[in-house]
């Protein structure tokens, strides 16, 4: 009876350490999905950026050849005043210096034209596919970008960042589906909540959809997004689908 006694305990000893290790090759075989999602989701950031890289690449290269152009024409402009200015004029300083100021005014014209060229600010984007029952505050990410120029909208955080000061327009569409959901969006800059809006389908049997367009005051390095409000606990999904789009667009006033 005491040998059998034993034999039980060891075989219980032996389960219990059996049921242990399945637990803890359970949890080691969730830790390694993770890391196999995320290294797929690191990698698709990867090929986006690529992507966006090879994109920037005519661009730059459109820059190079507009302010090269504009150079030739400045130096062209530049030289065709000094031949045409009179040998018998080059000793009067009152003349001279007005030829000198005319040139200064076309130069600084030429370098606040390569300025504004350079500088023309716009992006639109909507969501690819439905955001599932989003949380308060949850920012939406607009992920497929049609318009981007300057690149300075990031469809990997959903945030545009000015890269100048100045006056911007702003202007968000959300789609929800009814019945019974409803939700409050915020446009904001920074931490300040700009705008607010509301769309509630909640008694309608279809789609229902509510926009709003701002014009603000942006410092360079503001950042502007959109984001579930607070004025309301968000009851259902926020739609983007191929005959109606969610979507953020902004453009800067010259």
């Known amino acids: 009876m005491y040998c059998d006694g034993i034999h039980t305990t060891e075989m219980k000893f032996l389960k219990?350490?059996?049921?242990?290790?399945?637990?803890?090759?359970?949890?080691?075989?969730d830790r390694i999905r993770y890391l196999e999602k995320k290294e797929v989701l690191q990698d698709r950031k990867i090929e986006n950026l690529k992507e966006e890289i090879y994109r920037l690449r005519p661009d730059m290269k459109s820059v190079k050849r507009s302010m090269n152009s504009m150079m030739k024409i400045l130096m062209k402009n530049r030289r065709r005043m000094v031949i045409d200015y009179p040998p018998n004029l080059r000793s009067d300083s009152s003349k001279h210096n007005s030829i000198v100021q005319r040139e200064v005014g076309i130069e600084e014209s030429m370098t606040n034209l390569m300025r504004q060229a350079s500088q023309i600010i716009a992006f639109y984007a909507y969501l690819n596919n439905d955001v599932k029952s989003p949380g308060i505050h949850q920012t939406l990410v607009f992920d497929n970008v049609i318009t981007n120029e300057g690149k300075w909208y990031n469809k990997f955080s959903g945030t545009f960042s000015a890269p100048i000061d100045g006056l911007y327009v702003f202007s968000c569409s959300i789609i929800m589906d009814g019945p019974h959901q409803y939700a409050s969006f915020e446009i904001v800059k920074n931490a300040e909540i700009v705008g607010t809006f509301f769309v509630d389908p909640e008694y309608d049997q279809g789609y229902k959809y509510s926009s709003l367009t701002l014009v603000v005051d942006i410092r360079q390095t503001d950042t502007v997004f959109v984001r579930i409000g607070s004025s309301y606990a968000e009851v259902g999904n926020v739609l983007s689908r191929s005959y109606a789009r969610s979507s953020f667009t902004g453009w800067k006033l010259n």
């Open 16 to 29: 219990s350490k059996i049921l242990q290790m399945e637990k803890s090759m359970t949890i080691q075989d």
